[in-house]
């Protein structure tokens, strides 16, 4: 399969599955004010914060005792990553995080959603943990606090320990979420006294099926439909394991849910029945992960059409994938589908997405701004959550460096500008969106595209690290100064 080939079908797949401030504008940011309500307003203690992962912006990877990860293993087979690069550096993080830190204070969020390397805690995955591994994160979660920023951990976002892949074969086992809740359980005995929020799984929605399913994501390997819902279904065991762990282990108080790249299914049209349809679709669509969470059993028209490949489960089981969560994090970028209603089958049909349709620099990433209202306004209809946290949303850009070092990066903030407008409509209407992460604070390892692809408000140099302020960047301390989208 040629590189282009694997990009194109990586997009295609993407679509279906599952995302300094210029001296001028300092002081244009400076001089803004609070919105009023109303007027583009978000409800007031909306938590406005960034995100990143371990693997994509750490490096270190041997350092101080960190077992490998299958991504350092997976980044290592010539063709898997189309530039060739791996997170051995990214961005240095690791060493760099009082900087990075400065950054996320120089936006003005007050909250910062970062990742656990499980093999930097237990490097095996289990048995004796790594005291030098968790000193990182106490000293990072220090620093966000001693910055005025509040800590937001997610116990995996991907870099599973290599250890585990090779006894266990990975998530194909009950035995990684078995092992899984050993470490949400030490994480939160440890990290709880400061850490108040906490997201379980990050995309399971991605990597069961970009990991196992077919090959594009660590560990690289492409099963059959069966297998493939049963990780998924391990995954959602998981993630309830988790949930009792910390419950379990953590401080009293401790809030914790799952932060899931939800199936996001839009009206094509807003009219009722086509409302109704979407809200069906985006209840079946996410039947394989979200919903077994919140309803804490898998629908009929998902072991139907599952058939023979539906994933083998006991009530117990069940039980524990539902155990009672506090929020809601939902990672939204792009449109997956558009529904209309339908008189045929569960009564919604999804649309095929014209070639013509934008999209960002990432082939996968639609530009439907309307996205982030409907989907957690369904959601909160569907589930009937208080809570809801964007937990991811952003996008991809151009972020040519211009001859005078900056970066004009117009095009995301257009995104941004829309995305966000139309989630100060849902929390107008009084949708429970507490809060959104954008991702990413800076450039990063991207996955697949390796450091192709830029989603940061800073850019990062990758030979120099030097962090550069996107005009984005400027923007967005602009929407959190004034609480408001049309920034
Ligand atoms: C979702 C993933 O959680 C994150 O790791 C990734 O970089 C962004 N989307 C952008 O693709």
Sequence with gaps: MSEKVSRRRFAKLAGLSAAGIAS???VHAARSVRAPRGAGGFPPGFVWGTATSSYQVEGAVSEDGRGASIWDTFTRIPG????????????????????????????????????????RVFPDGDGKPNPKGLDFYDCLIDELLRNGIEPWLTLYHWDLPQSLQDRFGGWRSTETCKIFGDYAAYVAAKLTDRVKNVFTLNESGRFVYFGYGIGIDAPGLTLPQAEVNQIRHHSALAHGI??????????????????????????????????????????????????VIMEGRYTDAFLTFAGRDAPKYTDAELKIISSPVDFLGLNIYAPQH?????????????????????????????????????????????????????????????????????????????????????????????????????WSLMDNFEWVYGLNERFGLYHVNFDTQVRTPKLSASFYRNVIARNAAGA
């Excluded at 690069?85 to 910062?112: F, M, P, Q, S, V």
């Excluded at 988790?242 to 807003?270: F, K, L, M, S, Y």
């Design 242 to 291: 988790a949930v009792q762990a910390v419950r379990a282990h953590g401080r009293r108080g401790t809030r914790v849910g799952p932060a899931e790249n939800i199936d996001a299914c839009v009206p094509a049209i807003d009219a009722p029945e086509h409302v109704r349809a979407a809200e069906i679709a985006l209840r079946e669509m996410n039947a394989g992960y979200l919903n």
């Design 80 to 119: 898997k990553i189309e530039d060739g690069t791996n997170g051995d550096r990214a961005n240095e993080h690791y060493h760099r995080y009082k900087d990075d830190i400065a950054l996320i204070r120089e936006l003005g969020c007050k909250a910062y959603r970062f990742s656990i390397a499980w093999p």
């Design 338 to 438: 558009y529904i209309v209603a339908s008189d045929q089958g569960a009564g919604f049909a999804p649309l095929s997405i014209p070639k013509s349709f934008p999209h960002m620099n990432s082939d996968w990433l639609r530009v439907g701004p309307e996205t982030i209202y409907w989907v957690p306004k369904l959601a909160s209809r569907i589930w009937k959550t208080d809570a809801i946290y964007i937990s991811e949303n952003g996008a991809s850009g151009d972020d040519q460096v211009t001859p005078d070092g900056k970066i004009y990066d117009t095009d995301r903030i257009m995104y941004l500008r829309n995305y966000l407008a139309q989630l100060q409509r849902a929390t107008a209407e009084g949708v429970p969106v507490r809060g959104y992460f954008l």
């Design 24 to 26: 001028p504008l300092e």
